[in-house]
């Protein structure tokens, strides 16, 4: 599948999912959840070229580089910026441990928690780890689903009753990307990245 082709595909994702976003919160639509990193600019992106309703939403950790808050303030100040309600340096004394790879209670407590009880976009892609390849395009994040628009579709009934308030339904549009790809996408649209990037 070229580029153009997965392109199609995820706009296509993201317009079969809208009526379930609205389902969820009339007023906003989809949840998107937005970092500044080329993943997420890649779905905003999408989003917009969809014409889908959306609010995007970047939870902050208190340790977030500055240039990454400068990017997105300046090239996307549509994208709310929430503030944690402790920093990482306070939880970790309250939990008496760090956050490590094998131990990642930074992003379950400043992340994982927002868009709850709404249909959530994430950025993830298959590609980039053995854990992530095992993600479907459509997932309860409680791990109650996790397949392909198809089959979410046989079942929504079923599956739509089980989210709950700490729940919520987690669409991945560029899935099946490569990062060749993303680059591709956002150099081929002339979008701007941050500058961290470049400095490797």
Not at 16 to 22: P, T
């Amino acid at each position: 599948m070229n580029l153009q082709s997965k392109i199609d595909y995820s706009i296509a994702l993201l317009r079969k999912c809208e009526q379930m976003a609205l389902d969820y919160d009339l007023e906003h639509g989809f949840y998107l959840a937005f970092s500044g990193g080329k993943d997420s600019q890649v779905l905003y992106h999408l989003a917009i070229m969809a014409g889908v309703k959306f609010k995007a939403h970047m939870n902050l950790t208190s340790i977030d580089p500055p240039e990454v808050i400068r990017f997105v303030k300046r090239n996307y100040p549509d994208v709310e910026l929430v503030k944690p309600k402790m920093s990482i340096y306070d939880m970790a004394k309250k939990t008496g441990v760090l956050p490590t790879m094998r131990i990642r209670w930074c992003c379950s407590k400043f992340k994982e928690m927002s868009g709850a009880g709404k249909v959530t976009l994430i950025g993830i892609r298959k590609a980039e780890s053995s854990r992530r390849s095992k993600r479907e395009e459509i997932e309860i994040s409680n791990h109650k689903f996790s397949e392909n628009f198809d089959q979410w579709s046989e079942h929504k009934e079923k599956m739509v009753t089980c989210v709950k308030g700490k729940d919520k339904i987690l669409v991945s549009p560029i899935i099946y990307w490569t990062e060749r790809e993303v680059w591709a996408f956002l150099n081929g649209n002339n979008i701007e990245h941050c500058e961290l990037y470049d400095r490797g």
